[in-house]
């Protein structure tokens, strides 16, 4: 099968759109549609169904799905397996980084990186730490950067590199901010902002709550931290944020005041990593917290 037909098709299923898979992949809509085509050709099944401007995969396309993935990852393995032979570092290193890390603590890495290593291109995606963790397991990212799980996997390696604690933080004006030293049981009585149960983040914060008993109320949610913040600051409620991001905020010294998530890399253990990845992992190795 030709990768560049592969691609392409793995695209539109992945943005479920001819046109933005065309602005991805820098082609023309026609283009990506001879290419489909070609494919659909060669497998002889229909792979999309175009119905009112919704893109959707058939149940061939669904079971070429993973299989195109796989090819497309094998593929650009052995080219990496091949320039690695030469001992140089170059090619292109994927990774996955989640945003607060972009932001907060990965810029002079990535710095230092390219300045050793300009003949490698780094592909960076940011995403949530969740997202960035299931690329890594299915082979799409070779390295992530990312709040860690809180459970491990057979398949993934993972080192802590940073210690992150995550404090409570009010508005100044919150009545909150009039207590001494709020108990967690003060803390339930009021709106409570926190990230998604979905994230390793909210979990953490959950669980504390939960192994004791006490019900939150209500909570709002969004991933983004930076907008926890905002929202904290204009009084809509309460939180636990990383000390990075506690601004403008009250800081609340509760009678719990050991909560931290850890902050590191994964990598999949049956993926042999790049020249590139191992020239990383030393710089984020070599970190002290």
């Known amino acids: 099968m030709d990768t560049q037909n592969l691609n392409a098709f793995l695209t539109v299923a992945e943005c479920a759109s001819f046109s933005l898979a065309a602005e991805q992949l820098h082609l023309t809509q026609s283009a990506v549609s001879k290419r489909i085509a070609l494919l659909?050709?060669?497998?002889?099944?229909?792979?999309?169904?175009?119905?009112?401007?919704?893109?959707?995969?058939?149940?061939?396309?669904?079971?070429?799905?993973?299989?195109?993935?796989?090819?497309?990852?094998?593929?650009?393995?052995?080219?990496q397996v091949i320039n690695d032979l030469s001992g140089d570092t170059n090619g292109t290193l994927r990774l996955a980084i989640s945003h607060h890390l972009g932001l907060h603590r990965l810029p002079p890495v990535l710095r230092e990186f390219a300045q050793q290593h300009p003949s490698v291109?780094?592909?960076?995606?940011?995403?949530?730490?969740?997202?960035?963790?299931?690329?890594?397991?299915?082979?799409?990212?070779?390295v992530a950067v990312i709040t860690l799980a809180l459970e491990s996997h057979h398949n993934i390696r993972s080192k802590r590199i940073w210690t992150d604690p995550l404090r409570f933080i009010c508005a100044p004006d919150h009545p909150l901010a009039k207590i001494q030293q709020p108990s967690l049981r003060d803390l339930a009585q009021y709106p409570v902002i926190l990230p998604g149960l979905n994230t390793y983040?909210?979990?953490?914060?959950?669980?504390?709550?939960?192994?004791?008993?006490?019900?939150?109320?209500?909570?709002?949610?969004?991933?983004?931290?930076?907008?926890?913040?905002?929202m904290v600051e204009i009084g809509l409620g309460w939180s636990a944020l990383p000390e990075t991001l506690v601004k403008n905020l009250h800081?609340?010294?509760?009678?719990?005041?050991?909560?931290?998530?850890?902050?590191?890399?994964?990598?999949?253990?049956k993926r042999s990593l790049s020249n590139a990845a191992v020239a990383f992992l030393k710089l984020l190795d070599a970190i002290d917290d």
């Open 40 to 79: 659909e050709q060669q497998v002889g099944k229909k792979l999309f169904d175009r119905i009112a401007r919704q893109v959707s995969l058939t149940e061939a396309g669904n079971a070429l799905l993973p299989r195109a993935r796989h090819i497309l990852q094998e593929c650009a393995a052995a080219i």
């Open 201 to 230: 983040t909210g979990r953490i914060i959950q669980n504390l709550f939960e192994t004791r008993g006490i019900p939150l109320q209500a909570p709002m949610s969004t991933n983004y931290l930076e907008t926890i913040g905002t």
């Open 251 to 269: 800081l609340m010294s509760t009678e719990h005041n050991g909560i931290e998530r850890e902050l590191g890399y994964i990598h999949h253990t």
């Open 121 to 142: 291109s780094l592909d960076i995606e940011f995403m949530d730490s969740e997202k960035a963790y299931e690329q890594v397991l299915h082979g799409q990212s070779e």
